[in-house]
Protein backbone atom coordinates (compact mmCIF):
# COMPACT_ATOMS: atom_id res chain seq x y z
CA UNK A 1 0.00 0.00 0.00
CA UNK A 2 1.51 2.78 -1.04
CA UNK A 3 0.11 5.50 1.24
CA UNK A 4 1.92 3.71 3.97
CA UNK A 5 4.92 3.87 2.56
CA UNK A 6 7.99 5.36 4.66
CA UNK A 7 8.37 8.24 2.21
CA UNK A 8 4.54 9.32 2.03
CA UNK A 9 4.43 9.33 5.56
CA UNK A 10 6.76 12.41 5.88
CA UNK A 11 6.61 15.78 5.69
CA UNK A 12 8.59 17.33 2.58
CA UNK A 13 8.02 20.74 2.81
CA UNK A 14 10.06 23.23 5.30
CA UNK A 15 8.22 25.03 8.08
CA UNK A 16 10.50 27.84 8.09
CA UNK A 17 10.78 28.31 4.08
CA UNK A 18 7.33 27.16 3.17
CA UNK A 19 5.16 27.32 5.69
CA UNK A 20 2.08 27.86 3.77
CA UNK A 21 2.67 24.93 1.87
CA UNK A 22 4.22 22.91 4.90
CA UNK A 23 1.14 24.16 6.75
CA UNK A 24 -1.14 22.20 3.95
CA UNK A 25 0.78 19.10 4.16
CA UNK A 26 0.86 18.71 7.44
CA UNK A 27 -3.10 19.42 7.76
CA UNK A 28 -3.33 16.40 5.13
CA UNK A 29 -0.83 13.96 6.25
CA UNK A 30 -1.79 14.31 10.37
CA UNK A 31 -5.14 13.04 8.82
CA UNK A 32 -6.99 16.01 10.18
CA UNK A 33 -8.90 17.29 7.01
CA UNK A 34 -9.29 16.99 2.71
CA UNK A 35 -10.23 19.74 0.38
CA UNK A 36 -13.74 19.35 -0.43
CA UNK A 37 -15.06 17.97 -4.24
CA UNK A 38 -13.76 19.08 -6.89
CA UNK A 39 -16.35 22.30 -8.41
CA UNK A 40 -16.58 23.34 -4.10
CA UNK A 41 -13.55 25.30 -4.15
CA UNK A 42 -13.17 26.46 -0.34
CA UNK A 43 -14.92 23.85 1.27
CA UNK A 44 -12.92 21.56 3.41
CA UNK A 45 -13.77 17.88 5.12
CA UNK A 46 -13.04 17.64 8.64
CA UNK A 47 -11.66 14.33 9.02
CA UNK A 48 -11.99 12.30 12.64
CA UNK A 49 -9.15 13.08 14.37
CA UNK A 50 -9.52 16.87 13.19
CA UNK A 51 -13.05 17.26 14.34
CA UNK A 52 -11.81 15.68 17.63
CA UNK A 53 -9.84 19.00 18.20
CA UNK A 54 -12.29 20.71 17.60
CA UNK A 55 -14.13 19.42 19.92
CA UNK A 56 -12.09 19.81 22.96
CA UNK A 57 -11.97 23.70 21.87
CA UNK A 58 -16.11 23.89 22.08
CA UNK A 59 -16.37 21.15 25.12
CA UNK A 60 -14.03 24.00 26.90
CA UNK A 61 -15.68 26.86 25.61
CA UNK A 62 -19.02 25.66 26.70
CA UNK A 63 -18.46 24.88 30.26
CA UNK A 64 -17.04 28.45 30.25
CA UNK A 65 -20.31 29.83 28.65
CA UNK A 66 -22.83 28.12 30.86
CA UNK A 67 -20.71 28.53 34.12
CA UNK A 68 -21.46 31.96 33.30
CA UNK A 69 -25.29 32.36 32.55
CA UNK A 70 -25.26 31.73 28.88
CA UNK A 71 -27.53 28.89 27.35
CA UNK A 72 -27.55 27.82 23.71
CA UNK A 73 -30.14 28.16 21.02
CA UNK A 74 -30.18 27.13 17.66
CA UNK A 75 -31.58 29.71 14.61
CA UNK A 76 -32.71 28.52 10.82
CA UNK A 77 -29.33 28.37 8.68
CA UNK A 78 -31.44 30.73 6.28
CA UNK A 79 -32.06 33.65 6.70
CA UNK A 80 -34.58 35.57 4.34
CA UNK A 81 -32.76 38.59 2.61
CA UNK A 82 -35.44 41.28 3.80
CA UNK A 83 -33.94 40.56 7.64
CA UNK A 84 -30.70 40.97 5.70
CA UNK A 85 -31.45 43.89 4.43
CA UNK A 86 -33.02 45.98 7.38
CA UNK A 87 -29.37 44.48 8.67
CA UNK A 88 -27.89 46.09 5.91
CA UNK A 89 -29.70 49.63 6.48
CA UNK A 90 -28.83 50.39 9.94
CA UNK A 91 -25.49 48.83 9.85
CA UNK A 92 -23.47 50.56 7.09
CA UNK A 93 -20.49 48.49 5.76
CA UNK A 94 -22.23 45.38 6.38
CA UNK A 95 -21.68 43.50 2.86
CA UNK A 96 -20.64 40.13 3.34
CA UNK A 97 -20.10 37.60 -0.07
CA UNK A 98 -24.01 35.91 0.83
CA UNK A 99 -24.71 32.29 -0.84
CA UNK A 100 -28.60 32.12 -1.82
CA UNK A 101 -31.64 29.78 -2.09
CA UNK A 102 -33.69 30.53 -5.13
CA UNK A 103 -35.29 27.19 -5.40
CA UNK A 104 -37.30 25.21 -3.02
CA UNK A 105 -37.75 21.83 -5.10
CA UNK A 106 -39.71 22.69 -8.35
CA UNK A 107 -40.33 25.94 -7.23
CA UNK A 108 -38.62 29.31 -7.62
CA UNK A 109 -38.65 31.17 -3.92
CA UNK A 110 -40.81 34.34 -3.78
CA UNK A 111 -37.75 35.55 -1.37
CA UNK A 112 -34.52 34.70 -1.72
CA UNK A 113 -32.87 33.40 1.25
CA UNK A 114 -29.53 33.75 2.35
CA UNK A 115 -27.07 31.10 3.79
CA UNK A 116 -26.12 32.88 6.96
CA UNK A 117 -23.00 34.58 6.86
CA UNK A 118 -23.48 35.29 10.68
CA UNK A 119 -26.82 35.35 12.34
CA UNK A 120 -27.18 39.28 14.22
CA UNK A 121 -30.13 39.45 11.73
CA UNK A 122 -32.25 36.54 12.53
CA UNK A 123 -31.22 36.17 16.03
CA UNK A 124 -32.26 39.99 17.27
CA UNK A 125 -36.12 39.88 16.33
CA UNK A 126 -36.42 37.12 17.94
CA UNK A 127 -34.75 38.84 21.15
CA UNK A 128 -36.70 41.56 20.77
CA UNK A 129 -39.96 39.23 21.03
CA UNK A 130 -38.31 37.81 24.23
CA UNK A 131 -36.99 41.22 25.98
CA UNK A 132 -39.86 42.64 27.55
CA UNK A 133 -39.16 44.04 30.54
CA UNK A 134 -35.56 44.70 32.61
CA UNK A 135 -36.73 41.54 34.45
CA UNK A 136 -35.93 39.80 31.29
CA UNK A 137 -32.33 40.79 31.26
CA UNK A 138 -29.72 40.54 30.64
CA UNK A 139 -30.30 37.49 28.10
CA UNK A 140 -27.59 35.39 26.75
CA UNK A 141 -27.95 32.94 23.75
CA UNK A 142 -24.78 31.13 22.04
CA UNK A 143 -25.56 29.21 19.09
CA UNK A 144 -22.60 26.54 17.55
CA UNK A 145 -22.94 26.47 14.17
CA UNK A 146 -21.54 26.68 10.78
CA UNK A 147 -22.07 29.77 8.69
CA UNK A 148 -20.84 30.71 4.50
CA UNK A 149 -19.17 33.48 3.32
CA UNK A 150 -18.54 33.19 -0.68
CA UNK A 151 -15.10 34.55 -0.53
CA UNK A 152 -13.22 33.62 -3.67
CA UNK A 153 -9.98 33.58 -1.87
CA UNK A 154 -7.19 30.56 -1.74
CA UNK A 155 -7.98 27.91 0.25
CA UNK A 156 -6.31 27.26 3.94
CA UNK A 157 -7.81 24.74 5.70
CA UNK A 158 -9.40 26.14 9.15
CA UNK A 159 -7.80 29.65 8.33
CA UNK A 160 -9.84 30.50 4.90
CA UNK A 161 -12.62 28.42 4.13
CA UNK A 162 -15.76 29.37 2.34
CA UNK A 163 -17.86 27.49 5.42
CA UNK A 164 -16.58 27.42 8.87
CA UNK A 165 -17.37 26.00 12.04
CA UNK A 166 -17.53 28.83 15.06
CA UNK A 167 -20.05 29.64 17.78
CA UNK A 168 -21.70 32.83 17.79
CA UNK A 169 -22.96 34.55 21.31
CA UNK A 170 -25.64 37.06 21.80
CA UNK A 171 -26.53 39.24 24.99
CA UNK A 172 -28.61 41.83 25.84
CA UNK A 173 -28.51 44.08 28.96
CA UNK A 174 -30.32 46.89 30.31
CA UNK A 175 -27.12 49.12 30.69
CA UNK A 176 -24.20 50.53 28.75
CA UNK A 177 -21.34 48.92 31.19
CA UNK A 178 -23.15 45.75 32.00
CA UNK A 179 -22.99 45.04 28.30
CA UNK A 180 -18.97 46.45 28.69
CA UNK A 181 -18.61 43.82 31.59
CA UNK A 182 -19.92 40.92 28.96
CA UNK A 183 -17.87 41.84 26.21
CA UNK A 184 -14.79 41.70 28.28
CA UNK A 185 -15.61 38.39 30.44
CA UNK A 186 -16.25 36.53 27.12
CA UNK A 187 -12.77 37.92 25.64
CA UNK A 188 -10.70 36.80 29.16
CA UNK A 189 -12.36 33.60 27.81
CA UNK A 190 -10.91 33.21 25.07
CA UNK A 191 -7.79 34.50 25.80
CA UNK A 192 -7.79 31.65 28.81
CA UNK A 193 -8.76 29.11 26.13
CA UNK A 194 -5.84 30.06 24.23
CA UNK A 195 -3.09 30.23 27.19
CA UNK A 196 -4.39 27.25 29.28
CA UNK A 197 -5.36 24.39 26.59
CA UNK A 198 -4.05 25.46 23.38
CA UNK A 199 -0.44 26.61 24.58
CA UNK A 200 -0.54 30.11 22.77
CA UNK A 201 -0.28 33.23 24.57
CA UNK A 202 -2.26 35.99 23.04
CA UNK A 203 -2.23 40.11 22.84
CA UNK A 204 -5.67 41.48 24.18
CA UNK A 205 -6.72 45.02 22.92
CA UNK A 206 -9.62 46.75 20.57
CA UNK A 207 -9.47 47.15 16.99
CA UNK A 208 -8.91 50.61 15.65
CA UNK A 209 -12.38 52.52 15.28
CA UNK A 210 -12.48 52.35 11.41
CA UNK A 211 -11.71 48.04 11.84
CA UNK A 212 -14.79 47.72 14.28
CA UNK A 213 -17.83 45.71 13.33
CA UNK A 214 -20.18 47.49 11.06
CA UNK A 215 -22.81 49.11 13.79
CA UNK A 216 -20.11 48.23 16.93
CA UNK A 217 -19.64 50.52 19.71
CA UNK A 218 -16.50 48.77 19.67
CA UNK A 219 -14.81 45.33 18.61
CA UNK A 220 -12.61 43.65 21.22
CA UNK A 221 -10.06 40.73 19.95
CA UNK A 222 -7.57 38.42 21.06
CA UNK A 223 -4.60 38.06 18.92
CA UNK A 224 -2.26 35.51 18.54
CA UNK A 225 1.17 35.90 16.74
CA UNK A 226 1.82 33.00 13.98
CA UNK A 227 5.37 31.42 13.18
CA UNK A 228 5.52 32.87 9.82
CA UNK A 229 4.79 36.77 11.64
CA UNK A 230 1.49 36.75 10.96
CA UNK A 231 -1.27 37.69 13.21
CA UNK A 232 -4.48 35.97 13.40
CA UNK A 233 -7.74 36.93 14.88
CA UNK A 234 -8.29 34.94 17.60
CA UNK A 235 -11.67 35.44 18.32
CA UNK A 236 -13.36 38.76 19.14
CA UNK A 237 -15.58 40.13 21.25
CA UNK A 238 -18.28 43.22 20.13
CA UNK A 239 -19.72 45.95 22.68
CA UNK A 240 -22.89 46.70 19.96
CA UNK A 241 -24.07 49.98 21.90
CA UNK A 242 -27.66 50.59 21.42
CA UNK A 243 -27.73 50.66 17.10
CA UNK A 244 -28.61 46.80 16.77
CA UNK A 245 -31.58 47.12 19.42
CA UNK A 246 -32.54 50.18 17.92
CA UNK A 247 -32.78 48.91 14.92
CA UNK A 248 -34.60 45.53 15.64
CA UNK A 249 -36.60 46.77 18.51
CA UNK A 250 -34.80 45.13 21.66
CA UNK A 251 -36.72 47.44 24.09
CA UNK A 252 -37.07 46.85 27.85
CA UNK A 253 -39.72 48.33 30.13
CA UNK A 254 -37.38 49.74 33.18
CA UNK A 255 -38.40 50.26 36.76
CA UNK A 256 -40.04 53.50 36.16
CA UNK A 257 -41.91 51.65 33.23
CA UNK A 258 -40.14 53.70 30.94
CA UNK A 259 -39.26 51.95 27.47
CA UNK A 260 -35.15 51.52 27.19
CA UNK A 261 -33.14 50.10 23.78
CA UNK A 262 -31.45 47.25 25.20
CA UNK A 263 -27.45 47.27 25.11
CA UNK A 264 -26.14 44.82 23.12
CA UNK A 265 -22.84 42.16 22.83
CA UNK A 266 -22.19 39.60 20.28
CA UNK A 267 -18.87 37.25 20.31
CA UNK A 268 -17.67 34.86 18.17
CA UNK A 269 -14.74 32.29 18.13
CA UNK A 270 -14.69 30.08 15.00
CA UNK A 271 -12.17 26.80 13.98
CA UNK A 272 -9.19 29.48 13.20
CA UNK A 273 -8.71 28.86 16.42
CA UNK A 274 -7.37 25.07 15.47
CA UNK A 275 -5.67 26.47 12.52
CA UNK A 276 -3.66 28.73 15.13
CA UNK A 277 -2.91 25.57 16.76
CA UNK A 278 -1.18 23.06 14.21
CA UNK A 279 0.62 26.33 12.48
CA UNK A 280 1.69 27.11 15.95
CA UNK A 281 3.59 24.36 17.25
CA UNK A 282 3.72 21.44 14.56
CA UNK A 283 7.09 20.96 12.73
CA UNK A 284 8.97 18.97 9.89
CA UNK A 285 7.84 15.77 11.51
CA UNK A 286 4.39 16.77 11.74
CA UNK A 287 1.39 17.45 14.05
CA UNK A 288 2.52 18.47 17.19
CA UNK A 289 -0.06 18.85 20.18
CA UNK A 290 -0.35 19.70 23.48
CA UNK A 291 -1.31 16.92 25.65
CA UNK A 292 -4.72 18.93 26.78
CA UNK A 293 -6.26 18.67 22.89
CA UNK A 294 -4.28 15.67 21.80
CA UNK A 295 -6.49 12.52 20.72
CA UNK A 296 -3.89 10.48 21.87
CA UNK A 297 -1.91 11.82 24.99
CA UNK A 298 0.28 8.85 25.20
CA UNK A 299 1.43 5.81 22.59
CA UNK A 300 2.81 2.96 24.07
CA UNK A 301 5.49 1.29 21.41
CA UNK A 302 6.92 -2.21 22.26
CA UNK A 303 10.40 -3.13 21.43
CA UNK A 304 10.55 -6.84 21.42
CA UNK A 305 12.69 -10.08 19.88
CA UNK A 306 10.87 -13.27 19.24
CA UNK A 307 12.30 -14.34 22.85
CA UNK A 308 11.61 -11.46 24.32
CA UNK A 309 7.69 -10.59 22.78
CA UNK A 310 5.40 -12.21 25.28
CA UNK A 311 7.21 -10.43 28.53
CA UNK A 312 7.46 -6.91 26.84
CA UNK A 313 3.77 -7.34 25.42
CA UNK A 314 2.11 -8.21 29.31
CA UNK A 315 4.15 -5.51 30.79
CA UNK A 316 2.76 -2.85 28.16
CA UNK A 317 -0.44 -3.76 28.24
CA UNK A 318 -0.35 -3.65 31.89
CA UNK A 319 1.11 -0.18 31.78
CA UNK A 320 -1.45 1.00 29.49
CA UNK A 321 -4.37 -0.38 31.87
CA UNK A 322 -2.77 1.88 34.69
CA UNK A 323 -2.59 4.92 32.62
CA UNK A 324 -6.23 4.40 31.23
CA UNK A 325 -7.63 3.74 34.36
CA UNK A 326 -6.59 6.91 35.40
CA UNK A 327 -8.02 8.61 32.45
CA UNK A 328 -5.35 9.13 30.55
CA UNK A 329 -6.17 8.77 26.34
CA UNK A 330 -3.39 5.56 25.56
CA UNK A 331 -2.92 3.79 22.67
CA UNK A 332 -0.56 0.72 22.41
CA UNK A 333 0.89 0.06 19.25
CA UNK A 334 1.33 -3.53 19.11
CA UNK A 335 1.28 -4.50 15.29
CA UNK A 336 2.98 -7.10 14.60
CA UNK A 337 4.15 -6.28 10.69
CA UNK A 338 5.66 -2.56 11.54
CA UNK A 339 8.71 -2.29 13.60
CA UNK A 340 9.46 0.22 15.95
CA UNK A 341 11.08 3.03 13.89
CA UNK A 342 8.06 3.19 11.66
CA UNK A 343 5.74 3.63 14.77
CA UNK A 344 7.78 6.42 16.09
CA UNK A 345 6.88 8.38 12.85
CA UNK A 346 3.96 7.59 12.46
CA UNK A 347 3.02 8.52 15.98
CA UNK A 348 5.33 11.97 16.17
CA UNK A 349 3.19 12.99 12.47
CA UNK A 350 0.29 12.28 14.25
CA UNK A 351 1.65 14.57 16.82
CA UNK A 352 1.07 12.03 20.04
CA UNK A 353 2.82 14.28 22.85
CA UNK A 354 4.54 11.49 24.59
CA UNK A 355 5.73 8.44 23.64
CA UNK A 356 6.97 5.31 26.13
CA UNK A 357 9.16 2.96 24.88
CA UNK A 358 9.17 -0.75 26.64
CA UNK A 359 11.59 -3.46 25.85
CA UNK A 360 13.51 -6.10 27.70
CA UNK A 361 15.89 -3.85 29.99
CA UNK A 362 12.68 -1.88 30.85
CA UNK A 363 10.96 -4.84 31.71
CA UNK A 364 13.72 -6.06 33.44
CA UNK A 365 14.50 -3.38 35.88
CA UNK A 366 11.21 -2.45 36.05
CA UNK A 367 10.99 0.71 33.92
CA UNK A 368 9.60 2.89 31.42
CA UNK A 369 11.27 4.74 28.54
CA UNK A 370 9.21 8.47 27.93
CA UNK A 371 10.05 10.83 25.16
CA UNK A 372 8.35 13.79 24.16
CA UNK A 373 7.00 14.72 21.08
CA UNK A 374 8.18 18.37 21.03
CA UNK A 375 12.12 18.39 21.41
CA UNK A 376 12.94 14.37 21.34
CA UNK A 377 13.59 14.39 25.56
CA UNK A 378 14.09 11.66 27.22
CA UNK A 379 13.31 10.08 30.84
CA UNK A 380 13.87 6.67 32.34
CA UNK A 381 10.74 6.57 34.52
CA UNK A 382 9.98 3.70 37.56
CA UNK A 383 6.86 1.72 36.61
CA UNK A 384 5.36 1.93 39.88
CA UNK A 385 3.79 5.04 39.86
CA UNK A 386 3.42 5.24 35.96
CA UNK A 387 0.14 7.40 35.71
CA UNK A 388 1.28 10.32 37.98
CA UNK A 389 4.30 10.50 36.32
CA UNK A 390 3.07 10.57 33.13
CA UNK A 391 1.10 13.33 33.81
CA UNK A 392 3.69 15.60 35.09
CA UNK A 393 4.96 14.85 31.82
CA UNK A 394 2.06 16.50 30.35
CA UNK A 395 2.69 19.35 32.17
CA UNK A 396 6.13 19.90 31.07
CA UNK A 397 5.43 19.25 27.72
CA UNK A 398 2.55 21.81 27.48
CA UNK A 399 5.16 24.70 29.54
CA UNK A 400 7.77 23.51 26.65
CA UNK A 401 5.02 24.53 24.10
CA UNK A 402 3.99 27.72 25.72
CA UNK A 403 7.63 28.90 26.50
CA UNK A 404 8.21 28.42 22.58
CA UNK A 405 5.03 30.37 22.03
CA UNK A 406 6.12 33.37 24.00
CA UNK A 407 9.27 33.59 23.11
CA UNK A 408 8.56 33.80 19.57
CA UNK A 409 5.86 36.18 20.47
CA UNK A 410 7.98 38.20 22.87
CA UNK A 411 11.09 38.38 20.17
CA UNK A 412 8.81 39.66 17.58
CA UNK A 413 7.08 42.97 19.13
CA UNK A 414 9.26 45.65 18.20
CA UNK A 415 8.77 49.55 18.93
CA UNK A 416 9.26 52.22 16.14
CA UNK A 417 8.11 55.70 15.92
CA UNK A 418 8.81 57.07 12.29
CA UNK A 419 7.28 55.70 9.19
CA UNK A 420 11.06 54.84 7.70
CA UNK A 421 11.02 52.94 10.89
CA UNK A 422 7.95 50.97 10.98
CA UNK A 423 8.68 50.50 7.06
CA UNK A 424 12.12 49.05 8.07
CA UNK A 425 10.91 47.15 11.16
CA UNK A 426 8.27 45.56 9.56
CA UNK A 427 10.12 43.57 6.92
CA UNK A 428 8.29 40.09 5.94
CA UNK A 429 7.82 37.79 9.02
CA UNK A 430 8.06 40.35 11.45
CA UNK A 431 5.62 40.01 13.71
CA UNK A 432 4.04 43.52 15.29
CA UNK A 433 5.05 46.52 14.98
CA UNK A 434 3.94 48.62 17.69
CA UNK A 435 3.88 52.54 17.19
CA UNK A 436 2.26 55.88 18.81
CA UNK A 437 -0.81 56.65 16.81
CA UNK A 438 -2.78 59.81 16.37
CA UNK A 439 -6.23 57.34 16.02
CA UNK A 440 -7.17 58.80 12.44
CA UNK A 441 -7.05 56.14 9.65
CA UNK A 442 -5.44 58.19 6.82
CA UNK A 443 -2.13 57.14 9.08
CA UNK A 444 -2.76 53.27 8.47
CA UNK A 445 -2.64 54.35 5.02
CA UNK A 446 1.25 54.68 4.02
CA UNK A 447 1.81 51.15 5.80
CA UNK A 448 -0.71 49.24 4.58
CA UNK A 449 -0.25 50.21 0.89
CA UNK A 450 3.04 49.10 0.43
CA UNK A 451 3.72 45.94 3.12
CA UNK A 452 -0.07 45.04 3.15
CA UNK A 453 0.24 45.41 7.14
CA UNK A 454 -2.26 46.86 8.61
CA UNK A 455 -3.11 47.83 12.41
CA UNK A 456 -4.18 44.82 14.10
CA UNK A 457 -4.96 45.83 17.95
CA UNK A 458 -4.36 49.18 20.24
CA UNK A 459 -4.03 47.81 23.82
CA UNK A 460 -7.08 48.84 26.16
CA UNK A 461 -5.53 52.46 27.67
CA UNK A 462 -4.74 51.15 31.47
CA UNK A 463 -2.83 48.91 30.03
CA UNK A 464 -0.95 51.20 27.60
CA UNK A 465 0.14 54.84 28.86
CA UNK A 466 0.53 57.38 25.83
CA UNK A 467 2.83 60.06 27.02
CA UNK A 468 1.80 63.67 26.71
CA UNK A 469 4.30 64.17 24.83
CA UNK A 470 4.10 61.39 22.22
CA UNK A 471 3.15 61.73 18.86
CA UNK A 472 1.96 59.82 16.02
CA UNK A 473 4.84 57.73 14.45
CA UNK A 474 3.08 58.32 10.91
CA UNK A 475 2.09 62.24 11.06
CA UNK A 476 3.57 63.77 14.11
CA UNK A 477 0.24 64.99 15.72
CA UNK A 478 0.03 64.03 19.59
CA UNK A 479 -0.71 60.50 19.95
CA UNK A 480 -3.62 58.88 21.42
CA UNK A 481 -2.93 55.17 21.60
CA UNK A 482 -0.39 52.39 20.91
CA UNK A 483 -0.97 50.94 17.39
CA UNK A 484 0.27 47.27 16.75
CA UNK A 485 0.54 46.57 13.12
CA UNK A 486 1.06 43.43 11.30
CA UNK A 487 0.22 41.29 8.16
CA UNK A 488 -2.52 39.22 8.90
CA UNK A 489 -4.83 36.01 8.04
ZN1 LIG B 1 -1.30 60.18 12.71
New binding site residues.
Given amino acids: MSSDSDQDLGITERKQYNTGEWYAEVVQKAGLANYGPEGMSGFIVTRPRGYALWEYIQNELDRKFKSTGVQNAYFPMMIPESYLEREKDIVEGFDPEVAWVTHGGHEELEERLAVRPTSESIIAPYMAQWVRSHRDLPLRVNQWCSVVRWEATETKPFFRTKEFLWQEGHTAHETHDEAWDETMTRLEQYAELYEDLLAIPVLKGQKPDHDKFPGAHKTTTVEALMPDGKSVQAGTSHHLGTSFAEAFDITFSDEDEETQPAHTTSWGLSWRALGALIMTHSDDQGLVLPPTVAPEQVVIVPIWQEDTQEEVLDYAESVRDDLAEAGIRVELDDRDERNPGFKFNEWELKGVPVRLEIGPHEVDDEEITVVHRPDGAEAVEDREGIAETVQDHFDEVYAKLYAAAEENLEENVREADSREEILGTLGPNNGYVKVP ?4 E ?2 EEPIKEPLSAEIVMCPFDDEEDIDEDDT ?6 P ?1 TQTAYFAKNY
Avoid: L, M, P, Q
Fill in positions: WCGDDCCGICGEA
